[in-house]
């Protein structure tokens, strides 16, 4: 990025569709979620190499990597999260690519998840209408909460503070939601000045900032916007 006028290290050439990208915070890693497989990369001044394809659609005993809609990473850069079309959501150690643990049969359309900052817990939802869940992964086998408050919702993308607070937005539909995931409550609502819709968001990492962008399907009127988040007082 200090040198625009030099040309784009290639990383590599994988031979399916990709549908999801994420950049570790310390900067260190790179995961990409195809249609059948994640693959993590080690990043470096010079580009990188591929640290380990960590699933892939052909595993049956552990996580099957089948249209990976959504990758994170976790905020000390740790872990890797994905879930996958085939109703199942694991997390990975970044230093090996191994992974820490999984969970099956859930929902189909999982198309986001994130991490609580400074937790181990994640928070997932789902695209048909199923809401939003949260899972304690340091205990794989702990209870999967659903949260009532965001029932009959679309979850197209979310993003998280450290006071487990949500932003959310459906299948186009131009709201931003906010919920207390963890006393399981709507907050309130945004809705953007164009009243287009919303395809994605993400949050900076000091959780001040939110950005979103969207428009409407078939017309040339896309947008990017970002927001300020205000914490309440003693927060």
């Not at 890693?29 to 394809?53: H, K, M, P, Y």
């Not at 976790?74 to 999984?102: F, H, K, M, P």
């Not at 207390?180 to 959780?207: E, I, K, N, Y």
């Amino acid at each position: 990025m200090s040198a625009p006028e030099q040309p784009p290290v290639k990383l590599a050439e994988l031979p399916d569709e990709i549908q999801s990208l994420a950049i570790s915070p310390n900067g260190e890693r790179l995961a990409v979620g195809t249609t059948n497989s994640i693959e993590l990369f080690e990043l470096s001044d010079t580009g990188g190499r591929l640290l380990r394809q960590v699933a892939t659609s052909n595993d049956s005993t552990e996580f099957v990597a089948r249209q990976i809609y959504c990758v994170a990473f976790s905020s000390d850069s740790r872990w890797l999260t994905a879930t996958s079309w085939e109703r199942q959501i694991a997390v990975w150690d970044t230093s090996n690519g191994t992974i820490r643990a999984t969970r099956k049969v859930l929902v189909h359309e999982l198309m986001a998840v994130a991490f609580v900052p400074g937790r181990e817990r994640l928070i997932f939802g789902a695209r048909n209408v199923e809401g939003l869940f949260v899972w304690d992964f340091n205990s794989p086998n702990s209870e999967i909460r659903e949260l009532t408050s965001t029932l009959k919702r679309n979850i197209r993308s979310l993003a998280v503070t450290p006071h487990e607070v949500a932003f959310v937005n459906g299948e186009w539909d131009g709201i931003i939601r906010i919920y207390d995931t963890s006393r399981d409550t709507q907050l309130g609502t945004a809705q953007q000045s164009t009243r287009a819709g919303v395809t994605d968001l993400v949050m900076s990492h000091d959780g001040r900032l939110l950005a979103t962008c969207g428009g409407d399907e078939g017309k040339s009127n896309g947008y990017l916007h970002v927001w300020s988040i205000e914490p309440k007082k003693g927060e």
